[in-house]
T-cell receptor, first 113, second 114 residues
Framework: DQQVKQNSPSLSVQEGRISILNCDYT??????FLWYKKYPAEGPTFLIS?????DKNEDGRFTVFLNKSAKHLSLHIVPSQPGDSAVYFC????????????FGKGTKLTVNP | DGGITQSPKYLFRKEGQNVTLSCEQN?????MYWYRQDPGQGLRLIYY???????QKGDIAEGYSVSREKKESFPLTVTSAQKNPTAFYLC????FGAGNQPQHFGDGTRLSIL
């Protein structure tokens, strides 16, 4: 039973356009939402996060949106650059003591020059 | 520079053999984690430790063991009981008690069966 779903395994966009990566979840106990970026044969690196008390957080070209009623999280990258090509994982933190994260399966983003 | 070091980068295991993956961090983080990644899959939690001399099973702990004798180190042993060990293994750490702090990852160890 997947608590966190990234329904698009891959996404291809043109350089300069917007990339939108989506993540859906089922558990209302998640209180913190993170996005990680991963290149092949490397560990994931933290990109941006948002608390459940907010609906938007922006950091340069990256914006994360949270729709709690729909249990939906999205990452917008604009403008997209070829160096953004990587696998993007959403990771959700649950309330209540443990510092575990639940990861989605990832979306492979390809930004074409 | 502070960070997480995993070694070796590549590891090969013979049938029936136990192998140990190393993970060291100098970030002074309390919590450490081991994940497994298979092709097309997300990261699945094997074990985690929130404090020295204590650790908990994650979602797929069977066939694995860990120890946490020092704050900086969290080695993972893949035992012969793990029948499908071929995967990419990632170690991570985070500040304990800070759910809004991200986990920092090493560059992983790729384990294969000979």
């Amino acid at each position: 039973d997947q608590q966190v779903k990234q329904n698009s395994p891959s996404l291809s966009v043109q350089e300069g356009r917007i990339s939108i990566l989506n993540c859906d979840y089922t558990n209302s106990m998640f209180d913190y939402f993170l996005w990680y970026k991963k290149y092949p044969a490397e560990g994931p690196t933290f990109l941006i996060s948002i608390s459940s008390i907010k609906d938007k957080n922006e950091d340069g070209r990256f914006t994360v949106f949270l729709n709690k009623s729909a249990k939906h999280l999205s990452l917008h990258i604009v403008p997209s650059q070829p160096g953004d090509s990587a696998v993007y994982f959403c990771a959700l933190h649950s309330q209540g003591g443990s510092e575990k994260l639940v990861f989605g399966k990832g979306t492979k983003l390809t930004v074409n020059p | 520079d502070g960070g997480i070091t995993q070694s070796p980068k590549y590891l090969f295991r013979k049938e029936g053999q136990n192998v140990t993956l190393s993970c060291e961090q100098n970030l002074n983080h309390d919590a450490m984690y081991w994940y497994r990644q298979d092709p097309g899959q997300g990261l699945r939690l094997i074990y985690y430790s929130q404090i020295v001399n204590d650790f908990q099973k994650g979602d797929i702990a069977e066939g694995y063991s860990v120890s946490r004798e020092k704050k900086e180190s969290f080695p993972l042993t893949v035992t012969s009981a793990q029948k499908n060990p071929t995967a990419f293994y990632l170690c991570a750490s985070s500040i304990f008690g800070a759910g809004n702090q991200p986990q920092h990852f090493g560059d992983g160890t790729r384990l294969s069966i000979l």
